[in-house]
C-alpha cells in the first residue's frame, strides 16, 4: 500500500487521500467531449483490476455518478465487499432512465424532488451499499433551480435519513459563488489545474466557509503527458519546460494542483495500472517546492491563466 498523504474533507471531518480516483473511465462509452474520444471500453477484468488496485494503492476517495455509463455497477460488482476502505461520492439530479450511454453533458439534469431520491435509490441499487458518503448535485445547478424544484429539500431528507452522509455540488462559475453563500452545502467539487485557474478565488471562499474541495481534471485532462488535447497550446504557451527538472509535465501539473492550500483531494481517471502508478508516485511527492510552484505560477499567469 502506498503511504498516500490524508487532508480532512472540510466539516465533513473525512480524511481523505489528497490523490482520489475520477470513475469516469469506467463508463464504457466514448467521452463526450469535443475532439476526445476513447476507441473502446475497458474490459470487466480490467474495470475490477483497476479499481481493485486503487484500493491496493491506498486511495480512499472514489467519485462517480448515474451518467457515468456503466461506472456505478461496476464498483459495485467488484468492490462493494471491499466497502469499509473507501468513500464513495456519487451525484444526483441525472435523470433517472436515461440510456446507459448518455453523459453528464447530453443527458440532461432535472433538480424535482422525485428526480433526485429516484437517483440517490438507483446508485445505492447499482453501488451495492447502504448509504453514500457524499451526494453532489450535478449540473452546476441555479439557487433557484435548486430550491424552487424541491430536489434540495429531497436531498436534505435522505440524508436525515441516513442514505446520504454530506451533501454538495459539482459547480461551476458563474452559479458556484451563489452555491457557496447559500451555506448548504458540505463539498464543492471544481474544474482545477494550472492551465485552468479561473475558480481559484472560488475554492477559496469555499474553504474559508469550512466546505470540502474536491478537484477533477486537476491534471489538465492529460494534455502536458500526451504532448497533445486542449490545453496543449495553453501549456506551450507558458513555456514551463525548464521547470521540469526531474519530473514529467503529468507529474508538474498534479503536483501544481497538490500545491494549492484549497484543494482537500483531487480525482483523477484512468483505465491504465501504468498511469495509476504514476499518479502514485506524483501524489506521495507532495507539493512542489515552493520556488518551483511561485515560478510556475507566474508563468502561467503570464500566460493568461489567473484567478478570477
Partial sequence: MTDLPKRQLGRTGLQVTTLGYGALELSGRPSSRPGEVRSRDITEADAEGILNAVLDA??????TAPDYGMSE???????????????LCSKCACVVGTVATAS????????????????????????????????????????????????????LDLQRQGKVRWIGVSGELPNLREQIAMGMFDTFQVPYSAVEREHELAMAEAMQAGAGVVVRSGVARGSPGKGE???????????????????????????????????HTTIVGTANLAHLRENLTAATRGPLPPDVYDAAKQRFAAAGFVPR
Fill in 229 to 263: 488535447g486542449d490545453t496543449w497550446a495553453a501549456w506551450q504557451r507558458a513555456e514551463i519546460d525548464d521547470l521540469l527538472r526531474d519530473i514529467t509535465p503529468m507529474e508538474l501539473v498534479l503536483r501544481f494542483t497538490r500545491s494549492n492550500p484549497d484543494v
Fill in 104 to 155: 453528464a453533458r447530453t443527458g440532461g439534469h432535472l433538480f424535482t424532488a422525485e428526480n433526485v431520491v429516484a437517483g440517490v435509490e438507483q446508485s445505492l441499487r447499482r453501488l451495492r451499499t447502504d448509504y453514500l458518503d457524499v451526494v453532489q448535485f450535478h449540473g452546476n445547478p441555479t439557487r433557484a433551480q435548486l430550491q424552487e424544484q424541491g430536489g434540495l429539500e429531497a436531498l
Fill in 73 to 87: 455497477e461496476r464498483i459495485g460488482r467488484y468492490i462493494a465487499h471491499r466497502r469499509s476502505e473507501y468513500f
Fill in 58 to 63: 491506498g486511495i480512499n476517495y472514489i467519485d
